[in-house]
């Protein structure tokens, strides 16, 4: 049973908007929550992070929300560019050193 | 600072056959890690490595994987005998404390391995 999901396989948004990722967890227990982005053939890179005990985090361009109530967080990306064209993967931890992920969102910024 | 390294990129093997993928951290991370990616779907989490010591196995799919890290350096991760559901991507990622928003993990580029 999947802990982190991500039910948006894809999304497509034109260059300057927003673009917004979701993930799902289960697991009340996760401490901290990542966003990965990946392009082909590369492995995962680290984009932002969330400590539970925080509600919103922002790093430039990328804010990353969380609402434990729902158990849900979001990445925003504002504006789009074409080079955020990625898969982007949801991770959740607990013990500090194992990530969960989720199955990833294909994102296409259009120009 | 050079980045985590994997050997090979790809690696296509007939079932039965056994194949040993090698990971270099980067330099100086003493915890090191494995995970896998099956068919397009999420990234699993496979083992945890601190130093030499095994932490974590809890991944591991069957006795069929061994993963090694003599010396607390290098690792490598032997399927054998291999089997079809064996083919996915591995990752390997390495940290320089337990990984958390902190001090994420980094990740090589992966390891494609098709068992036909």
């Known amino acids: 049973d999947q802990q982190v999901k991500q039910n948006s396989p894809s999304l497509s948004v034109q260059e300057g908007r927003i673009s917004i990722l979701n993930c799902d967890y289960t697991n009340s227990m996760f401490d901290y929550f990542l966003w990965y982005k990946k392009y082909p053939a590369e492995g995962p890179t680290f984009l932002i992070s969330i400590s539970s005990i925080k509600d919103k985090n922002e790093d430039g361009r990328f804010t990353v929300f969380l609402n434990k109530s729902a158990k849900h967080l979001s990445l925003h990306i504002v504006p789009s560019q074409p080079g955020d064209s990625a898969v982007y993967f949801c991770a959740a931890a607990y013990s500090s050193y194992k990530l969960i992920f989720g199955s990833g969102t294909r994102l296409l910024v259009r120009p | 600072e050079a980045g985590v390294t994997q050997f090979p990129s790809h690696s296509v093997i007939e079932k039965g056959q056994t194949v040993t993928l090698r990971c270099d951290p980067i330099?100086?991370?003493?915890?090191l890690y494995w995970y896998r990616r099956v068919m397009g779907k999420e990234i699993k989490f496979l083992l945890h490595?601190?130093?030499?010591?095994?932490?974590?196995e809890s991944g591991m799919p069957n006795n069929r994987f061994l993963a090694e890290r003599t010396g607390g350096t290098y690792s490598t991760l032997k399927v054998q005998p291999a089997e079809l559901e064996d083919s996915g991507v591995y990752f390997c990622?390495?940290?320089?404390?337990?990984?958390?928003?902190?001090?994420?993990?980094?990740f090589g580029n992966g390891t494609r391995l098709t068992v036909t």
């Open positions: 490595f601190v130093k030499e010591s095994k932490q974590d």
């Open positions: 330099s100086g991370h003493d915890n």
């Open positions: 990622a390495s940290s320089q404390d337990r990984g958390t928003g902190e001090s994420p993990l980094h």
